[in-house]
């Protein structure tokens, strides 16, 4: 007798026979955070919510099979590109029509006249690189937070979280240039953290290499001094100062970033404690051992790492840390 052999539904293609769902209150979640930040990959959500690792990612192929979620198609060029086609990557998700007509109708969010199915089939790879790699550091700090609260450290919190795609006329700010004209700055995010000692504010820079190189980005990164000049800080109900976090891909990116500050003159005005550059090396969602002696990987969530010192600045050679900030 002949045993048949389950075939493993495609990464690329939907179910053509999906099996009914209804959305539980952790669908729903898992659509409003598509929604909050347009992109997330499977570890994401396993890190944010609750449930088994192995539960989440079975509803979430559901979900997507059912068409509330889609799953771009630029990933799995981006994947045999960057890692030579070798092991398995992480699926990186995005809202659908349907899925955002069922927020629509439950959470009172604005209609939108935007195709979402059509332009997330559009989604090229610096927009997938930079929308993850944002929502990767939200999922470290919320779940560094979280995990704070469980060992009864409620001292540490994240107060608020603001991401470009969403939040966009939250983090816009007004800036009057030195010729008087005025310019909009928008942060690629903004969240405020609290400690032990106190509540402060961050701003984010997403940042790959690209067009105009390193100096095009500094010379963006300084109108970060006039914000701070202009005190516009304030309108997040911030008394003092705060930091602006560039997160680039690699520390190799920073190191150069950091030397380019220090060895130009045009620059000056970066060496001071408000930059802070941080390389997506230096912390994760995960760490991921082999078993011995299997063919699969154990995760262990590691949070934490984004709260210790992992932040350089262009003024000296010591490391700072979310744990212990005090701006």
């Known amino acids: 007798m002949t045993q048949s052999v389950k075939k493993r539904q495609s990464r690329l293609f939907r179910s053509p026979n ?3 769902i209804q959305l539980t209150e952790r669908r729903l979640a898992e659509l409003d955070i598509l929604y909050r930040h347009r992109l997330a990959t499977t570890d994401i959500f396993q890190a944010v919510l609750p449930g088994s690792d192995r ?3 079975i509803e979430l192929r559901d979900v997507w099979n059912a068409g509330y979620i889609d799953r771009p198609l630029e990933q799995f060029s981006m994947h045999i590109k960057h890692k030579g086609g070798h092991g398995r990557s992480e699926i990186i998700y995005a809202l659908a029509n349907k899925g955002m007509n069922e927020l629509i109708i439950r959470n009172g969010y604005d209609k939108t006249k935007t195709d979402l199915n059509r332009k997330n089939q559009e989604l090229g790879e610096t927009t997938i690189f930079h929308d993850v790699g944002l929502t990767k550091l939200w999922a470290c700090l919320k779940a560094a937070c979280e995990q704070k609260a469980r060992q ?6 994240l107060v608020f979280w603001y991401q470009d795609r969403s939040d966009r006329e939250q983090l816009k700010t007004e800036i009057i240039l030195p010729n008087a004209k005025k310019l909009n700055l928008i942060p690629d995010a903004a969240f405020k953290f609290q400690n032990p000692f106190g509540q402060y504010l961050f701003l984010v820079e997403y940042y790959r290499t690209r067009k105009g190189g390193h100096s095009t980005y500094l010379d963006k990164l300084k109108i970060y001094n ?3 000049k202009q005190q516009k800080f304030k309108k997040y109900r911030i008394k ?3 930091r602006i976090i560039t997160v680039a891909p690699s520390s190799a990116v920073v190191e150069n970033l950091i030397k380019l500050i220090n060895s130009k ?3 000056e005005s970066l060496r001071h404690f408000r930059f802070w550059f941080v390389s997506e090396e230096d912390y994760r969602l995960y760490l991921k051992e082999r078993v011995p002696g299997k063919n699969y990987f154990k995760k262990t969530l590691d949070v934490q790492s984004i709260l210790k010192p992992i932040f350089r600045t262009p003024i000296n050679d010591k490391r ?3 744990e212990d900030c005090r701006v």
């Open 18 to 20: 999906p099996r009914p």
């Open 55 to 57: 539960r989440i990612q």
């Open 152 to 157: 009864k450290k409620n001292s540490y919190g």
């Open 226 to 228: 006039l914000y701070h």
């Open 240 to 242: 003092k100062g705060f």
């Open 265 to 267: 003159r045009e620059y």
């Open 320 to 322: 700072y840390g979310l």
